[in-house]
């Protein structure tokens, strides 16, 4: 299937590791010119040479820290400048973050905020001026905490990733007259290099050992098995793409059947 992604300009967030450099890899190797963006320079230069690598394609990389608004609003801005325009934003930075209510303060309930839906607001906001010019996609990735609890002292994560969801579901709306399409992308359980330490975490909480907290996720999928980064981006890189030209405002779910409602 021709995806129709050659010449397109791709911006993808959190993109040094994990599931964004899949998608950004995955961006690449179908023909676009994809600008990627992490806080540590280390990886985000490997990164940007494994993508050069391994498709040929041209990648830009870009220091941010994308919980600041200056950030998300430079990054968007170099990205656009750096290809000569932007069809394609992928919002791909979120992180989880187990603690129970008496221990998130003010403060930190803000940095969730900020790190899991503000980093996609502002990247949007900053976008659309591009993405309106000839039709763009947003691609926001989400999780399956914002549609139904499955950790515990999950509530961070689930609050965020549900005011993603509603997000994406008004943004979408307002994409429709100018031919941008907007939609979310929800990984379950995905074998990423931040899994072992999810895994601590998750074995911490709950006082089991490591292995029984990866055996625990592995279950969670109806395929007994973790996902890998590139599972979750070949859907991401189909929705970027012109075969996807009548989806939006949806939420595709890419968790080996991990999620129970219907
Ligand atoms: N993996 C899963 O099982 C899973 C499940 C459900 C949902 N998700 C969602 O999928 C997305 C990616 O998860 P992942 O597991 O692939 O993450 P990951 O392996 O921890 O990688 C995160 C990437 O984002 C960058 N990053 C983190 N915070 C950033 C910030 N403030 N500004 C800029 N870059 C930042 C990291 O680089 P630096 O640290 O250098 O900044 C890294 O490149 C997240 O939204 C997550 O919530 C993942």
Redesign the pocket.
């Known amino acids: 299937m021709d995806l129709s992604l050659k010449g397109k300009r791709a911006l993808v967030?959190?993109?040094?590791?994990?599931?964004?450099?899949a998608i950004a890899q995955g961006l690449a190797a179908e023909g676009a010119e994809v600008a990627i963006?992490?806080?540590?320079p280390g990886?985000?230069r490997q990164?940007a040479e494994r993508i050069q690598a391994e498709t040929g394609a041209k990648v830009h990389s870009f220091g941010?820290?994308?919980?600041r608004t200056e950030?998300c609003d430079r990054v968007v801005r170099q990205a656009a400048e750096a290809m000569g325009g932007l069809e394609i934003l992928v919002n791909?930075?979120?992180?989880?973050k187990l603690a129970g209510i008496a221990e998130i303060s003010d403060a930190d309930w803000q940095k969730e905020i900020d790190?899991?839906v503000m980093?996609a607001v502002r990247c949007a906001r900053a976008a659309w001026p591009y993405l309106m010019r000839r039709g763009g996609r947003v691609i926001n990735?989400?999780?399956?905490?914002g549609k139904q609890v499955h950790l515990p002292g999950d509530m961070a994560?689930s609050l965020t990733?549900a005011a993603l969801n509603s997000f994406t579901k008004t943004l979408a709306h307002e994409g429709g007259k100018h031919g941008i399409l907007v939609n979310n992308v929800?990984?379950?359980?995905?074998l990423?290099?931040?899994?072992p330490e999810?895994l601590g975490w998750i074995a911490g909480r709950l006082k089991i050992s490591v292995e029984d907290a990866r055996r625990n996720r592995e279950r969670v999928s109806v395929l007994g098995r973790l996902g890998t980064?590139e599972e979750v981006a070949n859907v991401a890189v189909f929705l970027a793409s012109e075969r996807a030209s009548f989806v939006t405002g949806v939420t595709v779910e890419v968790d080996g059947g991990a999620s129970h409602y219907i």
């Open positions: 967030t959190g993109s040094s590791e994990g599931i964004g450099r963006c992490a806080r540590r990886p985000l990164a941010a820290d994308l919980s950030d791909n930075v979120g992180q989880i790190r899991n980093s990735i989400t999780g399956l905490a994560t990733k929800c990984p379950g359980p995905i990423t290099e931040g899994m999810r980064p």
